[in-house]
Each structure stands twice: as structure tokens, then as C-alpha cells.
């Protein structure tokens, strides 16, 4: 990936920043310096095994060809798949085979990344959709059990502390490299840690792979920071900023640049960066709302906003362009302060703040930066990211940190007085020129964004009775269960088996992004068929069972072969980039009816693991689809499902989900008796 960096950031030394008058109180005074400086001090260097790890294999033509069949089998009627295979024969034996040639020359020529690195990355800025909902993803952190800590500016506070430690760790090197422990009560210790810092680093991921430790590329997490997406004519681009000292901030639509770094590079003390978002309070409160939000043409059709973009830098006066490369796009993060007169937390009325917090009416967004970080007025703490610059993996870590510290360790407590100093240079205040025809921009992004947000339904189900520990009892993967139930669902709502979405990292090789894991499988049909059945023709509870089982191993083998790199999207997709790119004629599998209904993801999933997580959410990645973000925990399994109205009836799959979850637990249930 390219990012055009404009600056380096030096580290700055440790002991830059002690001369600072502060006062802790608690917690916070019992710390030092350095320790306020860094999250993490890992003996092992956080990119230690970065230059070791594999590189992502092209998979086998013939074996893309097999999976691909294998997918399209249960979507398809006789007749298209049967022209399907005879499309995909000579595609395997003609086209495709120089289309491998073309993509293996590549790979050779770059051997520093991946083969899916580029095009994928260029995929997301080529895309013209807005962001938010067709991309931006939602994290929404679990509240602080302290009530006093929920404050919104003290919490605020303490996740702007803890996210500039995690940067100055990552930026140190001594952030703890990011490794999948098979067993971390043997290899997430500082014993294997001792052992892996004498191997040299050209095979330490293979020694770590002795241990049952898997490191993942940490190419992405300098990304976390700095970045923004600019909007440009047919494709953006990102920018990155490594010596920025400062934050956005923005509240009611208004924005700010904050500093919360010193001079040196140091993380300014817990009671300046109080003050200072106080200050932004303050100010706020005597402009009132901004009458030009901005922000809100973020979400627009990226190349609308490019237009406008460049009306603001080329044709208003000069300044704007200043204060947009300066202090909005080189900020660290976005963090937005939300107020009174917006949703909170509501656990007997949760959508209204869920839809909130995805697009809402965007006035007091910006979302193009890479990390946006929304507190509520009461305290609720969510994350809304731009996905281009990376996956999964990175985010979750960061937010997984930073919520661990804010809720066992702050830095800063209730009682923290805040300081009177002088705020002019370190809170700024961004006003941007405008006119009537920005004016009218602003005003017709925020009139699609209240169209889009009346259209977008969002439906949740909690169901106590299938949990991780049930389908460890079974020997079953949980998230075969989850999905298998996805489809049975589906099936039942709107009498159809459509492509489905299941996204797989490939972080444990150097530069992977993302596989797909194709979910209806033809064992996962079996199921569904046999018992959508009446009663009296349903197969009897053991063969029930036993097809669920085989189902459950249908669906770890894709899952492995798509954290392998060895599902047939990703390459499907390269293949189609070369042509493209050397000018070739598309290969007619790629305009054929079994090509389209695969990609057009009526059922998107995705589904995040962490303690911290309250809930997920994204938009449907197509007009008539789902977006389910789902998880399976120790005692309950939960959805949270985006459609849109007239286009897909959220509710209904909804109302059958729990019909299939209750289906699948009696057989369950049932099986254990006679086991």
C-alpha cells in the first residue's frame, strides 16, 4: 500500500516532558514518567517477526476452479450450473492460465507483499459508495462499571491517554508483537519471549511455529494514527502525517485541534488533556451549533466530495486548504463528542443510539479519518474506522487495549483537578470558508443521511441457549452453528440459498488482508432441507445430528483454507485485476450468472471475539442483503442485523433466526441424552 507521508515523527526522549506541572491523584501518582509514556515495554521488538513471516501463496488455478464450483453449487439452478462449468472449464484451461502466468510474474517482481495487497487496497478507493454503512465499521465499547468513570469527559480523557500510549509503544517498537497462541499457558510467557529474542529474526516466526505460536503481520498498525482518506476524482488516496501532535475534536458539528502531545512527542499529563477537552466544552458552548457541519460531507459519494473538497481549497480563500491538511487530515484520530440532544445508551431501546452511531445525520463526523472515537453524553465509548488502510486484526487489538487500561487502570480519576492555563495555541478552533454552494452540499448530506437512516432497520436477537460451551460439548464449531443457522433462517424467511459473506484473516502471512469463507455449502443445504420438512418426513434426531456434525466439518475446512489463503475469492479477484490491468479481454466467467451471484453478498457476517465489545454493527453490502454481526459467547449467542426497508425484511429473518437457533438446540439437546 502506498500512503503519502508527509512528515517523521521522531520518539523524543523519555525524559522530555517531566518538567510539566502536574498533579495525579490515586492511581495515577504512583506511576512514573516512563511508564505514563508507553503502554507496553516488550522485550521482544513489536515488528521482531514482520520480516520472517511466509508470503501469502497464489492458490493452485485447477484448485480455485474446484472451490469456486463447490460454492456456486447450492445457489444455482441445474441449467446455470451447467453452463457455469462449462464456462469454468475454459477459463481453466484458456484464459485463466496466462491471466496465473501474469499474476506469478507480479508476485516474483514484489516479493515485499503480498499478490493481494495492491489490488485490493485500490478496490476500496476506487469504490465512489460513501463510507459509512458501505464500509465504516462500528465497535461499541462495554460501559465502565464505575460510575464515575463513565463521566463523558473523564472518559474521553482516559481513552485519548491510553490510545497515545499504544501509538508511542507501537511507535518505540515495544508494543508486544501481535501472536495467535494455540496454548498461551505454555508460549504467552515471558519464558518463551526470553527464548524467541535468541533466534535470529530472519527464522523466528518458523521457531515460533515449533511452539504452536503464530505471529500475524503488524504491517497495518502504523496506519492506526495519522491517516486520512482524501477524496479524489474516480479514486482517493491516504495521507499520513507521523510528527501530528494533535487530535480532532468535534462537537456539535463544530471542530477543533487539540494537542495532546508535547512538543517532544510526549504524551501531554492527564490533567492538560482534561483541561483541554474542557476547554473545547467550553468554547463549544459559547459558539453553539456549527451552522456549516462540515463533517457531515464525509459521508457523501466520494466523488461529490471531491468536487466540494476542491471548491474549498481551490476557489474559497486560501486558509481552508491549511487548516484541512493540517489540522484535519494529519490529525491522530477524530474524537467526537456527542451531546444531550443525541441518542445514549438504552438497553430496552438500543437502535436509535446503534444507528447513531453508524451514520447517524453525520454533522459531527468526519469519517474519513482512519480512527474515530465517539463518547456519548453518557459515557458510551465506540470506535468508527475507515477500512481501506487495514482489517480487523489491528482495530481490535487497539481497542482491546485501550478499553483493558480506561477500565482497570486510568490515568485519570474523578477527582483530577483541572488546571487554568492558557488555552489559545493548544485548543484551535477550525473555521472553514465557505459559501452558498458548500452550504448546499452540507444541507443535502444531511438530508440523504436522515432519508438513508428512516430506511435502514436494524433488528437484534439475544438467545441464552446455544453457547460456546455447548458446541465444545458437541465437538461442533460454534461458528458453524452460527452460520449454519444463518442459512437455515434465511431459507425459511424468503425460500432461497443466496452468497453469503463470511470474512477470514489473513494476518499470519506478510501483507494479507482478508479471505472469504462461503458458508452455504451443500452439507449446510442438507440441513436446512431436511428440516424444513414436516415433521413426519424429517429425518430422525441422530441422523439430524450427524448431519450437523459433518455440516460443522464442511465448514472448518473452508475456515482453514481461507486463513491459509487457499479460498478462491481473493484469487478470482487478482486474476480479474490482471486483465484488467494488462488490457486483456474479460474472461466470460467473470460475466456469467454464477460469477454475479456469488459476489452479490445478500447475506454479509462478520463476527468479532473480545471482552470488551458490547456490540458490532456495519451496513447490508448490498441494497437487498443483511448485515449480520454476530457472536457466540459462554452463555448466549446474539445478532445485530442492518437491512433496508422494502428491500429486505430484517425482522422476518430475525423472527426465523430464533426458530432455527430453538431447532438446532433440541437436536442438540436431544443428542446429548442418548449419547
Not at 599 to 618: C, E, K, Q, R, V
Request: glycine residues 4%; aromatic residues 10%.
Amino acid at each position: 500500500m502506498q500512503i503519502m507521508k508527509r512528515m517523521k515523527l521522531p520518539i523524543g526522549h523519555a525524559g522530555s516532558a517531566a518538567r510539566l506541572n502536574f498533579r495525579y491523584t490515586s492511581i495515577s501518582a504512583q506511576r512514573s514518567h516512563i511508564d505514563y509514556q508507553f503502554m507496553q515495554h516488550s522485550k521482544l521488538p513489536t515488528l521482531y517477526f514482520q520480516n520472517s513471516l511466509p508470503r501469502l501463496q497464489i492458490p493452485d488455478l485447477k484448485l480455485t476452479c474446484e472451490r469456486f464450483l463447490a460454492s456456486v453449487l447450492p445457489i444455482l439452478d441445474r441449467e446455470e450450473y451447467e453452463r457455469t462449468v462449462r464456462i469454468l472449464d475454459e477459463f481453466k484451461n484458456g484464459d485463466g492460465v496466462e491471466l496465473q502466468k501474469l499474476l506469478q510474474r507480479s508476485d516474483k517482481a514484489n516479493k515485499h507483499t503480498s499478490y493481494i495487497s495492491k489490488p485490493w487496497f485500490d478496490m476500496y478507493l476506487r469504490d465512489r459508495r460513501p463510507l459509512p454503512l458501505n464500509y465504516n465499521p462500528l465497535l461499541i465499547m462495554k460501559h465502565d462499571t464505575r460510575s464515575g468513570y463513565q463521566n463523558q469527559l473523564l472518559r474521553a480523557t482516559n481513552l485519548v491517554i491510553s490510545s497515545m500510549r499504544f501509538w508511542r509503544s507501537l511507535q518505540a517498537d515495544i508494543l508486544e508483537p501481535e501472536i495467535y497462541h494455540l496454548n498461551s499457558n505454555k508460549t504467552d510467557t515471558q519464558g518463551f519471549r526470553n527464548l524467541m529474542r535468541l533466534m535470529p529474526r530472519a527464522v523466528a516466526t518458523y521457531a515460533a511455529y515449533a511452539f504452536k505460536a503464530f505471529p500475524l503481520d503488524m504491517n497495518q498498525y502504523s496506519r492506526l494514527f495519522g491517516v486520512s482518506r482524501i477524496p479524489g476524482k474516480g479514486k482517493d488516496w491516504l495521507v499520513q502525517d507521523e510528527r501530528s501532535k494533535h487530535i480532532l475534536v468535534m462537537r456539535r458539528g463544530n471542530m477543533y485541534s487539540v494537542d495532546v502531545l508535547n512538543k517532544d512527542g510526549n504524551i501531554e499529563r492527564p490533567n492538560v488533556i482534561l483541561g483541554r477537552l474542557h476547554a473545547v466544552l467550553q468554547l463549544d458552548g459559547n459558539s453553539g451549533p456549527s451552522p456549516v457541519p462540515f463533517g457531515a460531507l464525509t459521508s457523501s459519494n466520494r466523488d461529490d466530495w471531491a468536487t466540494m473538497r476542491q471548491h474549498l481549497i481551490e476557489n474559497l480563500e486560501a486558509e481552508n486548504k491549511r487548516l484541512l491538511e493540517t489540522e484535519i487530515d494529519s490529525a491522530l484520530f477524530c474524537l467526537c463528542l456527542d451531546t444531550t440532544d443525541d441518542p445514549v445508551y438504552s438497553e430496552e431501546c438500543f437502535v436509535p443510539l446503534l444507528k447513531h452511531l453508524l451514520v447517524g445525520d453525520a454533522k459531527n463526523r468526519w469519517f474519513d479519518k482512519s480512527l474515530s472515537l465517539i463518547v456519548s453524553a453518557d459515557g458510551t465509548a465506540a470506535l468508527n474506522f475507515e477500512h481501506s488502510w487495514g482489517d480487523g486484526v489491528a482495530v481490535l487489538r487497539y481497542f482491546n487495549e485501550i478499553y483493558k487500561e480506561t477500565t482497570e487502570s486510568p490515568f485519570a480519576d474523578p477527582g483530577l483537578d483541572i488546571e487554568n492555563f492558557e488555552h489559545i495555541k493548544s485548543v484551535r478552533p477550525i473555521k472553514l470558508k465557505t459559501d452558498k454552494l458548500v452550504e448546499i452540499a452540507v444541507e443535502k448530506a444531511i438530508l440523504n443521511n436522515t432519508y438513508i437512516m428512516k430506511q435502514l432497520n436494524i433488528n437484534m436477537l439475544r438467545y441464552p441457549l446455544i453457547t460456546k460451551s455447548l458446541c465444545k460439548y458437541h465437538g461442533i464449531s460454534p461458528d458453524a452453528i452460527m452460520q449454519l443457522s444463518f442459512q437455515l433462517a434465511y431459507k425459511r424467511a424468503f425460500n432461497d440459498y443466496v452468497g453469503t459473506y463470511e470474512s477470514c484473516s489473513t494476518a499470519a502471512f506478510r501483507h494479507g488482508r482478508t479471505e472469504t469463507v462461503r458458508p452455504c455449502t451443500m452439507a449446510a443445504k442438507q440441513v436446512c432441507e431436511s428440516l424444513m420438512q414436516t415433521r413426519s418426513k424429517q429425518p430422525d434426531t441422530r441422523d439430524l445430528y450427524t448431519s450437523i456434525k459433518r455440516c460443522s466439518q464442511v465448514h472448518n475446512k473452508l475456515v482453514k483454507e481461507a486463513a491459509m489463503g487457499q479460498g478462491f475469492d481473493r484469487h478470482m479477484f487478482a486474476l480479474k485485476h490482471q486483465a484488467s490491468l494488462h488490457g486483456k479481454r474479460l474472461p466470460e466467467i467473470y460475466n456469467s450468472k454464477g460469477y454475479a451471484k456469488i459476489n452479490h453478498n445478500i447475506i454479509s457476517t462478520s463476527t468479532l471475539s473480545s471482552n470488551a465489545l458490547l456490540a458490532g454493527s456495519f451496513g447490508p453490502v448490498v441494497q437487498d442483503g443483511l448485515g449480520i454481526a454476530y457472536s457466540i459467547q459462554d452463555d448466549y449467542c446474539g445478532v445485530i442485523v442492518s437491512s433496508y426497508e422494502k428491500q429486505r425484511d430484517g425482522q422476518a429473518f430475525v423472527d426465523n433466526l430464533e426458530t432455527a437457533f430453538n431447532d438446532i438446540y433440541n437436536i442438540l439437546k436431544m443428542s446429548s441424552k442418548k449419547l
